[in-house]
């Protein structure tokens, strides 16, 4: 191997074999260059050897790829010493470095090692196998750091995910048993985080039992850090007494002094059932509508599922300083259930063209092929069978929460 002009090819260029390893050597002194060379040659490493005499030369191939090794002199035209070595470990932070030192330097190899070096060779100290093992060991190293590092951080989200599934997805607080609850949460395609979607339930020592279900705009941490935000603000002003267009008013006003960005906004419904009486009111702001099952009865042999579109504002946060939100009273079957959701759960795309999505229509006759299951099943049921719709068109995007109360 000749380190010609061959020898400066760009690391970029095609492997040969499959397992060949990719080395960028970076060192001024051609004579140290050939020396490399031969013992790589020696070391039974199939390696393919790319010079860069400067660190800007170095620097310009490091922006074109990555390779499996880089050995870094210290002593370099354009850098010295450790400003060598932090130049490149912040150009390419991906590939393990292996410092080479003179005889009367290892106190400097010692030093790179602390700052971020695999490991050092000394030069004229140094025999094939020596170096080979040090560049499969610090390829191996590097792998290693890098795994570590990757395991960390997924528990890192796993934690932040416990966090926020606790402040956005709380248990339901009822104290009767008029009304069950079922409630999912499903994150869309690739989410590290929970997104912004939230519900609620909780029952007032009246009876009523209040719903709740809102979604942020957007996704990551801020967005789910407001959703929290909104739905402990929800339940403090219902658990005190706090109710109808009240409610809204306090919670826009909560959105615009908390958002990180003017331009999120929030969707919400907000229902107060009474399951002794069979009604209820409800109140929207921007959030899609809610389904309604009628179990079969005399008057229809089969059970039913219908779209309820109450009256409703715009989103929180979307006309500052808005205060009309309307409220709708409901009446309600003798027996059913009210299922709420997020828009996740309609808005997947049908194709892999990506031009039609399931919506609200689309919804509604899936849901009603399950409306003769009992709600953990209905709900986990129209869930499974929207995602198996939406793979067409790449998984869901959004997250999708879901309510169901069902009464007898």
């Given at each position: 191997?000749?380190?010609?002009?061959?020898?400066?090819?760009?690391?970029?260029?095609?492997?040969?074999?499959?397992?060949?390893?990719?080395?960028?050597?970076?060192?001024?002194?051609?004579?140290?260059?050939?020396?490399?060379?031969?013992?790589?040659?020696?070391?039974?490493?199939?390696?393919?050897?790319?010079?860069?005499?400067?660190?800007?030369?170095?620097?310009?191939?490091?922006?074109?790829?990555?390779?499996?090794?880089?050995?870094?002199?210290?002593?370099?035209?354009?850098?010295?010493?450790?400003?060598?070595?932090?130049?490149?470990?912040?150009?390419?932070?991906?590939?393990?470095?292996?410092?080479?030192?003179?005889?009367?330097?290892?106190?400097?190899?010692?030093?790179?090692?602390?700052?971020?070096?695999?490991?050092?060779?000394?030069?004229?100290?140094?025999?094939?196998?020596?170096?080979?093992?040090?560049?499969?060991?610090?390829?191996?190293?590097?792998?290693?750091?890098?795994?570590?590092?990757?395991?960390?951080?997924?528990?890192?989200?796993?934690?932040?995910?416990?966090?926020?599934?606790?402040?956005?997805?709380?248990?339901?607080?009822?104290?009767?048993?008029?009304?069950?609850?079922?409630?999912?949460?499903?994150?869309?395609?690739?989410?590290?985080?929970?997104?912004?979607?939230?519900?609620?339930?909780?029952?007032?020592?009246?009876?009523?039992?209040?719903?709740?279900?809102?979604?942020?705009?957007?996704?990551g941490p801020d967005e789910a850090a407001l959703g929290v935000c909104l739905r402990i603000a929800w339940?403090?002003?219902?658990?005190?007494?706090?109710?109808?267009?009240?409610?809204f008013r306090r919670l826009e006003q909560i959105m615009t002094a908390e958002r990180s960005r003017p331009?999120?906004?929030?969707?919400?419904?907000?229902?107060?059932?009474?399951?002794?009486?069979?009604?209820?009111?409800?109140?929207?702001?921007?959030?899609?509508?809610?389904?309604?099952?009628?179990?079969?009865?005399?008057?229809?042999?089969?059970?039913?599922?219908?779209?309820?579109?109450?009256?409703?504002?715009?989103?929180?946060?979307?006309?500052?300083?808005?205060?009309?939100?309307?409220?709708?009273?409901?009446?309600?079957?003798?027996?059913?259930?009210?299922?709420?959701?997020?828009?996740?759960?309609?808005?997947?795309?049908?194709?892999?063209?990506?031009?039609?999505?399931?919506?609200?229509?689309?919804?509604?006759?899936?849901?009603?092929?399950?409306?003769?299951?009992?709600?953990p099943h209905f709900v986990d049921s129209v869930i499974n069978e929207v995602e198996t719709i939406a793979?067409?068109?790449?998984?869901?995007?959004?997250?999708?929460?879901?309510?169901?109360?069902?009464?007898?």
């Amino acid at each position: 191997m000749a380190l010609g002009a061959a020898a400066h090819a760009a690391v970029s260029e095609p492997r040969g074999e499959q397992d060949e390893l990719v080395v960028l050597l970076i060192e001024d002194d051609p004579g140290d260059s050939l020396l490399v060379e031969e013992l790589l040659a020696d070391s039974r490493i199939s390696a393919r050897l790319t010079w860069a005499p400067s660190l800007g030369e170095a620097c310009r191939l490091l922006e074109r790829s990555v390779p499996h090794c880089i050995l870094l002199d210290l002593h370099l035209p354009d850098a010295q010493g450790m400003d060598a070595l932090s130049r490149i470990l912040e150009v390419s932070p991906r590939a393990p470095v292996v410092v080479l030192t003179g005889l009367a330097e290892e106190s400097a190899g010692l030093a790179a090692v602390a700052a971020g070096a695999q490991d050092y060779l000394v030069k004229g100290r140094v025999d094939p196998e020596l170096f080979g093992r040090t560049v499969r060991y610090s390829i191996q190293r590097k792998q290693a750091e890098q795994a570590a590092a990757a395991l960390q951080a997924e528990r890192l989200r796993a934690q932040e995910n416990a966090r926020l599934e606790r402040g956005l997805l709380p248990s339901p607080l009822l104290t009767g048993t008029e009304v069950e609850v079922v409630a999912r949460y499903q994150p869309g395609r690739a989410q590290a985080l929970l997104g912004g979607d939230f519900y609620d339930v909780v029952q007032t020592p009246d009876g009523i039992i209040h719903a709740l279900i809102g979604d942020v705009s957007g996704h990551g941490p801020d967005e789910a850090a407001l959703g929290v935000c909104l739905r402990i603000a929800w339940r403090t002003l219902v658990l005190s007494g706090t109710s109808g267009p009240v409610v809204f008013r306090r919670l826009e006003q909560i959105m615009t002094a908390e958002r990180s960005r003017p331009e999120l906004f929030a969707t919400v419904s907000s229902i107060a059932l009474e399951p002794r009486a069979r009604r209820m009111r409800v109140m929207r702001a921007g959030h899609p509508g809610m389904l309604l099952r009628r179990p079969a009865g005399p008057d229809s042999p089969e059970p039913g599922v219908d779209l309820l579109e109450p009256d409703y504002g715009p989103a929180l946060g979307l006309v500052p300083g808005y205060t009309g939100w309307p409220h709708e009273d409901l009446e309600l079957p003798p027996a059913g259930a009210l299922v709420l959701f997020t828009d996740g759960l309609f808005e997947g795309r049908t194709t892999s063209s990506g031009t039609q999505r399931l919506g609200e229509t689309g919804l509604v006759d899936l849901a009603r092929r399950h409306a003769h299951l009992s709600g953990p099943h209905f709900v986990d049921s129209v869930i499974n069978e929207v995602e198996t719709i939406a793979a067409a068109g790449g998984g869901l995007a959004d997250d999708v929460a879901v309510v169901h109360m069902e009464w007898k």
